[in-house]
């Protein structure tokens, strides 16, 4: 501490330089001559060293200062720890309803249910929302609010009602989720893709229809007959009790030659003869058509076919019916056969069906044939 004694001694020097130098400078051989401004300056230090040292009692206290040993100590601010943030992505598990191409009637109302898995680091809050992205949003509002918090690795259902769009066809849309900041993520490995509700608006459409059983691909599954008993099958066109062959490329009394197969049925060469196959049982459904071309195989020169064709059947195994008939004859014509088989009430029953051809007197040319026989219907 600097105390009074230690301050006199360091400045009483310095007063009586600053006083006596002037004063030594106006010397002279005639005495000192009084310097009125040396003296005023001289009693103004004095005053101000008084106060310093001592000073009047009715003066402030003198602040003083104790310095620290080692200088002033700045403690050092701790830096935050850096924040790892977390990463949103979802993964879809499946549709809870509504499957893709699930057919609506126009304007008709519905509710799609998407499961999906929190495969981030998120947690998804009340705060996200699935918002439309997309594609057609078929009345629904564009951005709806989760009702429940996800964990990573949780599911979480979301359902959305829907209205399907007026116009038949295809309608899709493409949904994502938006995060509490508005960023929007989805599927996939960048979490960039969409889920999706996807519809088609419109009647049933009829299904195209196909061949559901082929008579001439299974012809030797039939018992063939004619007067002179059981024939083998498949026959020889020698064979005078009657023969059933078949015939990949028949040429047909037009002259044409087909790229489908025939069957050649010629009955036992007797006049009158008849020849006939009974086919196994068949279940016949809404929609199915009885389907074949019937004439005269193609002779060099003409022929004398002249036949009659009979479709036949026994359903669910009781009396022998008939299904249509037909005669033809060597013409230069065709004969295309189209039967709706519930028009003759066979929906439903299991039918067994004949094949017949008879002769119109003499059959020794009877070369006669069903062109692709078959049955068409929806697919089964």
Known sequence: MITESKLKAYF???????????????????????NPLATQAAGTVAAELTKAVGGDATDPPVETLTPTPNGPTDTPTPSPSPTIACTDKARFIKDVT???NTRMDPGEEFEKTWRLENVGSCTWTTDYSTVFDSGNIMGASPSIKLDSEVAPDSTIDIGIPFV???????????????????????LGDEADSPFWVQIVVGPTPTPRPVTVHSFVDNYCSADWVTGAG?????????????????????????????NEAALQTHPQWVNNGIISGRFPAFSVVEGDHFKTVIGCLYKSGGSACDVKFQ??????GGPLQKLGEWEESYD???????????????AGKSVEFSLVVLANGASTQDWAFWLLPRIVGPPR
């Open 311 to 316: 479709i036949t059947y026994h359903a669910d």
């Open 12 to 34: 009483l020097p310095f007063i009586a330089l600053l006083v006596l130098g002037p004063l030594a400078c106006n010397f002279s051989s005639a005495g000192p001559t009084p």
């Open 98 to 100: 509504i499957p893709d």
């Open 332 to 346: 230069g014509t065709i004969r295309r056969i189209d039967i709706d088989l519930a028009d003759k009430g066979l």
């Open 230 to 258: 059981v024939l083998t099958c498949p026959g020889t066109d020698t064979d005078v009790a009657g023969f059933v062959l078949k015939r990949d490329t028949p040429k047909l009394e037009t002259g044409v030659t087909e």
């Open 164 to 186: 399907a769009p007026i116009s038949n066809g295809t309608h899709r849309g493409n949904w994502m989720l938006r995060n509490a900041n508005g960023l929007l993520f989805g």
